[in-house]
């Protein structure tokens, strides 16, 4: 089965400029997430989708920061304009999602990631 | 979501086994205690999740205390491919689906 795949693996671009990330997840998942990774630090959520819906954005800095899933499957994520703060890794991850035994269904399994460097 | 506390770093031969601690005094009841892991250059992966009893599988073993307030991920012969940034997550399994991924802990298995 295959896993979580994104690409670029690594994108080198100036501040300023546009970047996107794209995102397949595992089959049959739901819900798909999008982190953010600073050197040396664990994963940080940015947006959360159920299906097409982003049902969790908090964290996401929408003046610069995009994302979309059309059709519940794909994602992008978008910066424009980027800032040499933004450098990091971008995971994305996704879940089965619905309930099992009353529970929200939470195992994460995680792509390889975009590591992201703003000159 | 309690927070966790893990030691920044361990240490662990390759074939011995590997014992990492983690404290979530704050949990609540209905508060899983879930492990990841991340090797250099890759996304985390999942271990291994437990609420009250002891859980096994083919990875690793997870130990968690009457109290709940600690636990422990044992990896029973550890290799060098196990070296990895071990991260030690609460989880209440609502609709957040949001992880709190601290720092984790950098195992370091030598030859």
């Known amino acids: 089965e295959a896993g979580v795949v994104q690409s670029p693996r690594y994108k080198i671009i100036e501040k300023k400029q546009p970047v996107a990330f794209w995102c397949n997840p595992i089959?049959?998942?739901?819900?798909l997430y999008w982190y953010r990774q600073n050197l040396g630090q664990g994963p940080e959520l940015l947006i959360r989708y159920e299906n097409e819906e982003a049902v969790d954005d908090s964290q996401l800095p929408k003046d610069r920061f995009s994302a979309e899933r059309l059709k519940g499957v794909d994602s992008t994520l978008k910066i424009q304009p980027a800032e040499l703060g933004d450098s990091a890794v971008y995971l994305c991850a996704s879940s089965l999602g619905g309930l099992a035994g009353g529970r929200l269904q939470e195992t994460q399994y995680f792509g390889p990631g975009t590591r992201l460097l703003v000159l | 979501d309690a927070k966790t506390t893990q030691p920044t770093s361990m240490d662990c031969a390759e074939g011995r086994a590997a014992n990492l601690p983690c404290n979530h005094s704050t949990i609540s009841g209905n508060e899983y205690v879930y492990w990841y892991r991340q090797i250099h250059s890759q996304g985390p992966q999942y271990i291994i999740h437990g609420l009250k009893n002891n859980e096994t599988n083919e990875m690793a073993s997870l130990i968690i205390t009457e109290d709940r307030k600690s636990s422990t991920l044992i990896l029973p012969h550890a290799t060098l491919r196990d070296t990895a940034v071990y991260y030690c997550?609460?989880?209440?399994?609502?609709?957040?689906?949001?992880?709190?991924f601290g720092r984790g802990t950098q195992l370091t298995v030598w030859p």
């Open positions: 997550i609460v989880d209440r399994g609502s609709t957040l689906g949001r992880l709190y």
């Open positions: 089959s049959g998942h739901n819900t």
